[in-house]
């Protein structure tokens, strides 16, 4: 039994510690039996409401941990971010260059930032699904230091199937130093970037891209613009 193997307690020891949590409820056994058989029958006429808890008990963890994590996780690297730099929301988006959903949401966030400007969007590189993600999240770390983010983001997220010839090319287009960058991508500080938002996304309590940080919210996927918008209004009226 899980709880005699976590906890090291005897099928007998919890048989006791019910008997005593019945008796300070003041109900008998059997009505506890007759309680137990109704919510049993309730679950089983309506099973809809299994995932609509575990829904929200996930909600709950993940506000909990996102309390832990702190406002860090709301402050761009350099220049990694799109809207006003003093905007009342921040929307927090974890994103792969190889990322197909990812790049289907590049024009709804552009577009909420565009109607919404009280919003700004902070881009943190989660580059889990091939080893030219990583390349690619470094070499748009390297933009951000140089002050074009938006521009390397755009262009990465233009082409598909990205190798380091194609990163390159697109770093050139955007007018990156290429010694510079070259340097950058390196160095300790890109590296420990990118393990501070493998971090955060363990520490949340997410393993794929893109996700989203809205206030309290952790929305999982390209759920579209209305979404998102719902989200935001959502984290205006606790302003």
């Known amino acids: 039994m899980f709880i005699w193997s976590q906890y090291g307690k005897s099928a007998s020891s919890s048989d006791n510690e019910d008997e005593a949590a019945i008796a300070d409820a ?5 009505e506890r039996a007759a309680t137990e058989a109704i919510i049993r029958q309730y679950i089983l006429e309506n099973p809809e409401i299994i995932p609509e808890a575990m829904e929200r008990l996930k909600n709950k963890q993940s506000q909990a941990n996102l309390s832990q994590a702190g406002s860090a996780l709301l402050k761009p690297f350099a220049n990694g971010f799109i809207g006003p730099a003093n905007a009342k ?22 577009a909420l ?4 400007k009280d919003v700004k969007v902070v881009f943190r590189e989660l580059p889990i699904l091939a080893e030219s993600s990583q390349q690619a999240a470094f070499w748009s770390l390297a933009a951000a230091k ?8 755009n262009l ?7 190798d380091n010839n194609i990163i390159r090319a697109q770093a050139q287009k955007a007018g ?12 300790d500080e890109a590296k420990n970037e990118i393990a501070q938002n493998i ?7 997410f ?3 893109p996700t989203f940080i809205i206030g309290d919210e952790v929305i999982e996927g390209a759920v579209g613009k209305e979404k998102l918008q719902a989200a935001i209004d959502k984290a205006r009226k606790k302003i």
Request: glycine share 10%.
């Open 207 to 209: 393993s794929g891209t």
């Open 156 to 162: 990465l997220f233009a082409v598909q199937g990205l």
């Open 89 to 110: 929301i921040t929307i927090v988006e974890f994103s792969d260059y190889n990322c197909g959903f990812c790049r289907k949401s590049v024009s709804d966030i552009e």
């Open 146 to 153: 140089q002050g074009k983010y938006q521009q390397m983001h």
């Open 26 to 30: 003041g109900i008998s056994k059997d």
């Open 199 to 205: 971090g955060y996304a363990r520490q949340i309590g």
């Open 113 to 116: 930032v565009a109607t919404n």
């Open 176 to 187: 990156l130093d290429m010694a510079a960058a070259e340097a950058f991508i390196k160095s």
